[in-house]
């Protein structure tokens, strides 16, 4: 297992999404419980670049859901999908341009995969409580940890995306990952019930 380094600070997400997604792989999603820390190692992450994007919730303007997206960087964008999923987001780039980095999977530090960003927010805890958390203030509950030099990072096209754009990035070699298809494999989604998927349209898995 990789060390934990310092938290990330407003810095590190003041910048375009895609720049900030592919360092996020490495770095730790840390949730303070009543145990203690608990952590995630972040292996898969996708890039959404605004109202310029076809597949981001902000392609319309601001609305009073994606209303974090357009503050401050660093800041957590949480979103419930399907009536029973949460999706944690990271607000990257520069205020008012609506960017953000989407949480896809993890590995705890024993070495499991959360594959699936709704597995990797109920492994933490993550829900709706935790829209707009600044996640890089000394005194809240969840933030992200720098890595260490890891694998090459790979891209692909987004899950569930029409665009081809390879806006999603994963480590090289990681155990789960395909990469042809772009998904983890499915025995890490097993514990998650399925939910009625829609019709396929730009935008319907996670954006």
């Excluded at 997604?21 to 730790?28: T, V």
């Excluded at 896809?104 to 699936?116: C, E, I, M, P, Y």
Aim: glycine fraction near 14%.
């Amino acid at each position: 297992m990789r060390q934990a380094g310092p938290r990330l600070g407003r810095p590190f997400f003041a910048r375009s999404s895609p720049e900030v997604a592919r360092e996020l792989l490495g770095c730790w999603l840390v949730r303070r419980g009543p145990g203690g820390p608990v952590r995630l190692e972040l292996l898969e992450v996708e890039a959404y670049l605004g109202e310029s994007d076809p597949a981001s919730h902000a392609r319309r303007g601001p609305t009073p859901r994606n209303l974090p997206m357009y503050g401050l960087a660093g800041h957590a964008y949480v979103y419930f999908i399907y009536g029973m999923h949460h999706c944690l987001n990271v607000v990257t780039g520069p205020a008012g341009e609506a960017q953000a980095v989407l949480l896809r999977a993890g590995r705890r530090a024993s070495g499991d995969v959360v594959g699936g960003p709704a597995l990797l927010c109920r492994a933490l805890g993550v829900t709706l409580e935790d829209n707009r958390v600044d996640l890089c203030s000394e005194g809240t509950h969840l933030w992200l940890e720098a890595g260490v030099a890891g694998p090459p990072v790979e891209a692909g096209p987004r899950i569930g995306v029409r665009d081809p754009a390879p806006l999603r990035y994963y480590l090289a070699g990681t155990v789960g990952v395909k990469r042809g298809a772009g998904t983890l494999a499915r025995s890490h989604f097993s514990q998650v019930p399925k939910a009625p998927r829609p019709a396929d349209k730009p935008g319907r898995n996670t954006w």
